[in-house]
Protein backbone atom coordinates (compact mmCIF):
# COMPACT_ATOMS: atom_id res chain seq x y z
CA UNK A 1 0.00 0.00 0.00
CA UNK A 2 1.60 3.23 -0.93
CA UNK A 3 2.22 5.59 2.41
CA UNK A 4 3.08 9.02 0.51
CA UNK A 5 4.94 11.63 2.40
CA UNK A 6 5.37 15.48 1.28
CA UNK A 7 8.76 16.55 2.77
CA UNK A 8 11.23 19.47 3.06
CA UNK A 9 14.32 20.74 3.78
CA UNK A 10 14.88 24.27 4.65
CA UNK A 11 18.13 25.43 4.08
CA UNK A 12 18.79 28.67 5.80
CA UNK A 13 21.55 30.98 4.29
CA UNK A 14 24.47 32.43 6.62
CA UNK A 15 22.95 33.69 10.17
CA UNK A 16 25.54 36.17 10.95
CA UNK A 17 26.57 36.66 14.96
CA UNK A 18 25.27 40.25 14.45
CA UNK A 19 21.84 38.70 13.10
CA UNK A 20 19.13 39.30 15.36
CA UNK A 21 16.98 36.46 17.20
CA UNK A 22 14.15 37.65 15.24
CA UNK A 23 15.42 38.28 11.73
CA UNK A 24 16.35 34.53 11.69
CA UNK A 25 13.15 33.45 13.14
CA UNK A 26 11.00 35.60 10.63
CA UNK A 27 13.10 34.11 7.62
CA UNK A 28 12.97 30.44 9.02
CA UNK A 29 9.02 31.04 9.02
CA UNK A 30 8.91 32.32 5.75
CA UNK A 31 10.94 28.84 4.62
CA UNK A 32 7.80 27.04 6.16
CA UNK A 33 5.43 28.87 4.25
CA UNK A 34 7.11 28.51 1.06
CA UNK A 35 6.95 24.72 2.13
CA UNK A 36 3.00 24.86 3.17
CA UNK A 37 2.69 26.46 -1.00
CA UNK A 38 4.05 22.94 -2.31
CA UNK A 39 2.19 21.20 0.35
CA UNK A 40 4.67 19.65 2.76
CA UNK A 41 3.36 17.99 5.63
CA UNK A 42 6.95 18.07 7.08
CA UNK A 43 10.09 20.44 7.40
CA UNK A 44 13.18 20.20 8.82
CA UNK A 45 15.26 23.24 9.41
CA UNK A 46 19.15 22.87 10.23
CA UNK A 47 21.57 22.34 13.43
CA UNK A 48 21.72 25.17 15.60
CA UNK A 49 19.21 27.13 13.35
CA UNK A 50 17.81 29.86 15.46
CA UNK A 51 21.53 31.63 15.36
CA UNK A 52 24.74 31.89 14.18
CA UNK A 53 27.16 28.50 14.03
CA UNK A 54 28.79 30.09 17.49
CA UNK A 55 31.02 27.27 18.25
CA UNK A 56 33.48 28.47 16.35
CA UNK A 57 34.19 31.43 18.29
CA UNK A 58 35.94 31.09 21.56
CA UNK A 59 32.99 32.91 23.54
CA UNK A 60 34.75 33.01 27.55
CA UNK A 61 31.56 35.61 28.95
CA UNK A 62 28.73 32.98 30.05
CA UNK A 63 26.09 35.69 29.70
CA UNK A 64 26.76 35.91 26.04
CA UNK A 65 27.06 31.90 25.99
CA UNK A 66 23.94 31.46 26.88
CA UNK A 67 22.40 33.42 24.29
CA UNK A 68 22.73 31.17 22.03
CA UNK A 69 21.00 28.70 24.09
CA UNK A 70 17.58 27.39 24.99
CA UNK A 71 15.72 25.15 27.58
CA UNK A 72 14.56 22.16 25.36
CA UNK A 73 11.14 22.29 27.10
CA UNK A 74 10.25 25.98 26.73
CA UNK A 75 11.13 25.75 23.03
CA UNK A 76 7.16 25.99 21.51
CA UNK A 77 6.62 28.79 24.68
CA UNK A 78 10.02 30.87 24.27
CA UNK A 79 9.54 34.57 22.55
CA UNK A 80 13.06 33.87 20.55
CA UNK A 81 11.16 30.64 19.18
CA UNK A 82 7.70 30.26 19.64
CA UNK A 83 6.50 31.97 16.67
CA UNK A 84 8.11 29.01 14.54
CA UNK A 85 5.75 26.79 16.56
CA UNK A 86 2.87 28.77 16.06
CA UNK A 87 2.78 28.95 12.82
CA UNK A 88 3.31 25.22 12.21
CA UNK A 89 0.55 24.81 14.14
CA UNK A 90 -1.54 26.85 12.36
CA UNK A 91 -0.56 25.07 8.78
CA UNK A 92 -0.28 21.89 10.11
CA UNK A 93 3.02 21.08 9.06
CA UNK A 94 5.40 18.60 11.52
CA UNK A 95 9.10 20.54 12.04
CA UNK A 96 11.79 19.06 13.24
CA UNK A 97 14.29 21.66 14.02
CA UNK A 98 18.05 21.82 16.02
CA UNK A 99 19.07 24.20 18.73
CA UNK A 100 21.75 24.44 21.14
CA UNK A 101 19.70 22.63 24.81
CA UNK A 102 20.90 24.66 27.92
CA UNK A 103 19.49 21.88 30.92
CA UNK A 104 17.96 22.84 34.20
CA UNK A 105 21.45 21.69 36.05
CA UNK A 106 23.28 23.90 33.21
CA UNK A 107 24.75 21.44 30.47
CA UNK A 108 25.00 22.23 27.14
CA UNK A 109 23.77 20.01 24.36
CA UNK A 110 23.44 19.99 20.78
CA UNK A 111 19.85 18.61 20.28
CA UNK A 112 17.16 18.92 17.89
CA UNK A 113 13.31 18.17 18.52
CA UNK A 114 10.41 16.67 16.28
CA UNK A 115 7.34 18.61 16.92
CA UNK A 116 4.54 17.21 15.90
CA UNK A 117 1.72 19.48 14.18
CA UNK A 118 -1.43 17.07 14.67
CA UNK A 119 -0.39 16.34 18.22
CA UNK A 120 0.54 20.17 18.98
CA UNK A 121 3.73 19.01 21.11
CA UNK A 122 7.44 18.17 20.99
CA UNK A 123 7.18 14.57 20.15
CA UNK A 124 10.94 13.31 20.06
CA UNK A 125 14.01 14.85 21.18
CA UNK A 126 17.36 13.62 20.03
CA UNK A 127 20.72 15.16 21.46
CA UNK A 128 24.16 14.96 19.34
CA UNK A 129 26.09 12.01 20.00
CA UNK A 130 29.30 12.50 17.67
CA UNK A 131 30.59 15.86 18.58
CA UNK A 132 33.74 17.07 16.62
CA UNK A 133 36.40 19.48 16.56
CA UNK A 134 37.87 20.40 20.18
CA UNK A 135 37.71 21.99 23.38
CA UNK A 136 41.14 24.41 23.54
CA UNK A 137 40.95 26.24 19.90
CA UNK A 138 43.49 25.73 17.12
CA UNK A 139 46.78 27.33 17.78
CA UNK A 140 47.03 28.33 14.07
CA UNK A 141 45.02 32.12 14.89
CA UNK A 142 43.47 31.87 11.51
CA UNK A 143 42.13 28.45 11.94
CA UNK A 144 38.18 27.93 12.02
CA UNK A 145 37.70 26.40 14.96
CA UNK A 146 35.06 24.02 16.10
CA UNK A 147 34.62 23.75 19.82
CA UNK A 148 31.85 21.62 19.92
CA UNK A 149 33.74 19.61 22.66
CA UNK A 150 33.77 22.88 24.96
CA UNK A 151 30.10 23.77 24.96
CA UNK A 152 28.56 20.59 24.67
CA UNK A 153 28.18 17.29 26.50
CA UNK A 154 27.77 14.35 24.08
CA UNK A 155 24.09 13.23 23.45
CA UNK A 156 23.28 10.79 26.42
CA UNK A 157 19.61 9.83 24.50
CA UNK A 158 20.33 7.27 22.13
CA UNK A 159 19.32 6.66 18.28
CA UNK A 160 15.83 6.43 19.30
CA UNK A 161 13.40 5.99 15.92
CA UNK A 162 9.61 7.34 16.36
CA UNK A 163 6.61 7.22 14.70
CA UNK A 164 4.90 10.24 13.45
CA UNK A 165 0.92 10.35 14.11
CA UNK A 166 -1.09 12.01 12.01
CA UNK A 167 0.56 11.94 8.52
CA UNK A 168 -0.88 9.45 6.55
CA UNK A 169 -4.34 8.52 6.82
CA UNK A 170 -5.52 4.70 6.89
CA UNK A 171 -1.88 3.32 7.84
CA UNK A 172 -2.27 0.02 10.21
CA UNK A 173 -2.18 1.15 13.96
CA UNK A 174 -1.53 -0.66 17.70
CA UNK A 175 -4.31 -3.26 17.95
CA UNK A 176 -4.74 -3.45 14.35
CA UNK A 177 -6.60 -6.89 13.39
CA UNK A 178 -2.92 -7.52 10.79
CA UNK A 179 -0.15 -5.81 11.95
CA UNK A 180 3.07 -5.88 8.98
CA UNK A 181 5.83 -4.32 9.08
CA UNK A 182 6.32 -0.99 6.96
CA UNK A 183 2.45 -0.57 6.91
CA UNK A 184 2.48 1.87 10.24
CA UNK A 185 2.64 5.61 11.04
CA UNK A 186 6.49 6.65 9.31
CA UNK A 187 9.09 5.53 11.68
CA UNK A 188 11.93 8.46 11.85
CA UNK A 189 15.33 9.09 13.60
CA UNK A 190 16.86 12.18 14.33
CA UNK A 191 20.60 13.27 13.31
CA UNK A 192 22.81 16.36 14.15
CA UNK A 193 25.40 17.15 11.32
CA UNK A 194 28.52 14.90 12.24
CA UNK A 195 26.77 12.20 13.40
CA UNK A 196 25.74 11.63 9.38
CA UNK A 197 29.27 10.25 8.79
CA UNK A 198 28.84 7.45 11.60
CA UNK A 199 27.81 4.33 10.21
CA UNK A 200 26.99 3.30 13.88
CA UNK A 201 24.44 5.67 13.92
CA UNK A 202 22.57 4.54 10.85
CA UNK A 203 22.74 1.68 12.04
CA UNK A 204 21.23 1.91 15.35
CA UNK A 205 18.31 3.52 13.29
CA UNK A 206 18.18 0.94 10.47
CA UNK A 207 17.52 -1.63 13.19
CA UNK A 208 14.55 -0.06 14.21
CA UNK A 209 13.28 0.38 10.65
CA UNK A 210 13.73 3.64 10.20
CA UNK A 211 11.81 4.93 7.16
CA UNK A 212 13.23 9.02 7.23
CA UNK A 213 16.36 9.73 8.32
CA UNK A 214 16.25 13.62 9.36
CA UNK A 215 19.52 15.27 9.78
CA UNK A 216 20.36 18.85 9.74
CA UNK A 217 23.78 20.69 9.60
CA UNK A 218 26.42 23.20 9.60
CA UNK A 219 29.43 21.96 7.90
CA UNK A 220 32.77 24.12 6.46
CA UNK A 221 33.85 24.46 3.10
CA UNK A 222 37.43 24.86 4.05
CA UNK A 223 38.91 24.88 6.98
CA UNK A 224 41.99 22.69 6.64
CA UNK A 225 43.07 22.79 10.79
CA UNK A 226 39.72 20.41 11.21
CA UNK A 227 39.77 18.42 7.90
CA UNK A 228 43.64 18.11 7.96
CA UNK A 229 44.78 18.42 4.36
CA UNK A 230 47.28 15.59 2.81
CA UNK A 231 47.77 18.05 -0.03
CA UNK A 232 47.02 21.72 -0.53
CA UNK A 233 43.42 22.41 -1.57
CA UNK A 234 42.03 25.77 -2.85
CA UNK A 235 38.69 27.07 -0.72
CA UNK A 236 36.87 25.87 -3.85
CA UNK A 237 38.59 22.51 -4.21
CA UNK A 238 38.03 22.10 -0.14
CA UNK A 239 34.51 22.97 -0.01
CA UNK A 240 33.86 20.37 -3.76
CA UNK A 241 34.63 17.96 -1.38
CA UNK A 242 33.12 18.72 2.06
CA UNK A 243 29.99 18.54 -0.53
CA UNK A 244 30.62 15.02 -2.13
CA UNK A 245 31.54 14.11 1.25
CA UNK A 246 28.08 14.99 2.63
CA UNK A 247 26.26 13.31 -0.23
CA UNK A 248 28.10 10.26 0.09
CA UNK A 249 27.21 9.63 3.08
CA UNK A 250 23.44 10.40 3.14
CA UNK A 251 23.56 8.50 -0.35
CA UNK A 252 25.41 5.05 0.96
CA UNK A 253 23.62 5.39 4.35
CA UNK A 254 20.25 5.39 3.03
CA UNK A 255 20.59 2.68 0.56
CA UNK A 256 22.52 0.32 3.64
CA UNK A 257 19.67 1.04 5.44
CA UNK A 258 17.54 1.27 3.46
CA UNK A 259 15.73 4.35 4.05
CA UNK A 260 15.05 7.83 2.85
CA UNK A 261 16.68 10.58 4.48
CA UNK A 262 16.91 14.36 4.30
CA UNK A 263 19.19 17.00 5.28
CA UNK A 264 19.21 20.95 5.63
CA UNK A 265 21.94 22.80 5.83
CA UNK A 266 22.81 26.51 7.11
CA UNK A 267 25.20 27.13 4.24
CA UNK A 268 27.13 30.47 3.13
CA UNK A 269 29.12 32.88 4.46
CA UNK A 270 28.70 33.82 8.23
CA UNK A 271 30.13 36.93 9.30
CA UNK A 272 31.87 37.54 5.78
CA UNK A 273 34.89 34.83 6.44
CA UNK A 274 33.38 31.18 7.36
CA UNK A 275 32.14 29.07 4.45
CA UNK A 276 29.69 26.66 5.07
CA UNK A 277 28.68 23.89 2.28
CA UNK A 278 24.99 24.07 1.30
CA UNK A 279 24.14 20.60 -0.47
CA UNK A 280 21.01 20.41 1.09
CA UNK A 281 19.26 17.03 -0.26
CA UNK A 282 16.52 14.22 0.03
CA UNK A 283 17.83 10.79 -1.02
CA UNK A 284 15.99 7.54 -1.51
CA UNK A 285 16.76 4.09 -0.24
CA UNK A 286 18.57 3.02 -3.40
CA UNK A 287 20.82 6.02 -3.05
CA UNK A 288 19.87 8.55 -5.43
CA UNK A 289 19.50 11.98 -4.45
CA UNK A 290 15.67 12.74 -5.31
CA UNK A 291 15.75 16.50 -4.53
CA UNK A 292 19.00 19.11 -3.82
CA UNK A 293 19.38 22.96 -2.86
CA UNK A 294 20.65 24.70 -6.06
CA UNK A 295 22.20 28.13 -3.51
CA UNK A 296 23.72 28.80 -0.55
CA UNK A 297 20.52 30.63 0.44
CA UNK A 298 17.45 30.55 2.26
CA UNK A 299 16.14 27.59 0.14
CA UNK A 300 12.99 24.97 0.56
CA UNK A 301 14.38 21.42 -0.95
CA UNK A 302 11.07 19.51 -1.78
CA UNK A 303 10.03 15.70 -2.86
CA UNK A 304 6.77 13.74 -2.77
CA UNK A 305 8.19 10.04 -1.40
CA UNK A 306 6.36 6.82 -0.97
CA UNK A 307 7.73 5.12 2.33
CA UNK A 308 6.79 1.62 0.48
CA UNK A 309 9.37 2.16 -1.46
CA UNK A 310 12.22 1.41 1.68
CA UNK A 311 10.46 -1.90 1.58
CA UNK A 312 12.36 -3.33 -1.48
CA UNK A 313 15.84 -3.15 0.76
CA UNK A 314 14.18 -3.84 3.45
CA UNK A 315 13.12 -7.62 2.33
CA UNK A 316 15.73 -8.34 0.59
CA UNK A 317 19.42 -7.16 -0.23
CA UNK A 318 19.23 -5.30 3.88
CA UNK A 319 16.81 -7.73 5.54
CA UNK A 320 18.77 -7.90 8.57
CA UNK A 321 17.16 -10.40 10.37
CA UNK A 322 18.01 -13.43 6.89
CA UNK A 323 21.51 -11.46 6.45
CA UNK A 324 23.60 -10.11 9.78
CA UNK A 325 25.80 -11.93 11.01
CA UNK A 326 26.39 -10.29 15.04
CA UNK A 327 28.71 -12.98 15.79
CA UNK A 328 31.18 -11.29 13.84
CA UNK A 329 30.52 -8.06 14.85
CA UNK A 330 31.98 -8.07 18.22
CA UNK A 331 34.51 -5.45 17.60
CA UNK A 332 31.93 -2.44 17.00
CA UNK A 333 31.01 -2.05 20.62
CA UNK A 334 34.09 -3.69 22.52
CA UNK A 335 36.76 -1.18 20.71
CA UNK A 336 36.48 2.54 20.36
CA UNK A 337 40.11 3.27 18.45
CA UNK A 338 42.32 1.56 16.33
CA UNK A 339 44.13 -1.66 16.85
CA UNK A 340 46.11 -2.77 14.23
CA UNK A 341 47.26 -6.16 13.52
CA UNK A 342 50.48 -7.14 14.97
CA UNK A 343 53.86 -5.48 12.82
CA UNK A 344 55.16 -8.32 10.51
N1 LIG B 1 28.57 20.82 12.87
C1 LIG B 1 29.31 19.73 12.58
O1 LIG B 1 29.17 18.69 13.19
N2 LIG B 1 30.22 19.88 11.61
C2 LIG B 1 31.14 18.82 11.29
C3 LIG B 1 32.50 19.38 11.08
C4 LIG B 1 33.57 18.33 11.11
C5 LIG B 1 32.65 20.31 9.95
C6 LIG B 1 30.65 17.96 10.15
O2 LIG B 1 30.85 16.75 10.24
O3 LIG B 1 30.12 18.43 9.14
Not at 95 to 110: L, M, P
Not at 209 to 220: I, K, M, R, S
Amino acid sequence: MPRILKIAAAQLGPVHLTSTRQDTLSRMIKLLQSASMLDAQLVLFPETAFTTFFPRHLISDQKELDSFFEHAGSLPTSLNTRPLFDEAKRLGIDISVGFAERTADGKGYNTSIYYSASKREVIAKYRKVHLPGTKEPFENPDAVNQLEKRYFEPGNLGFKAFRTPGLIPGVQKKGSEKVEAGQGDPVMGMMICNDRRWVEAWRCYGLQGVEVVLCGYNTAGFAPDLWGARRPMTPEEAETDAVFHHKLVMQGNSYMNSCFSVSAAKAGLEDGKYDLIGGSCITSPEGHVLAEAKTKDDEVVFAEIDLEDCRQGKERTFDFDRHRRIDQYALITLQTGVVEPELL
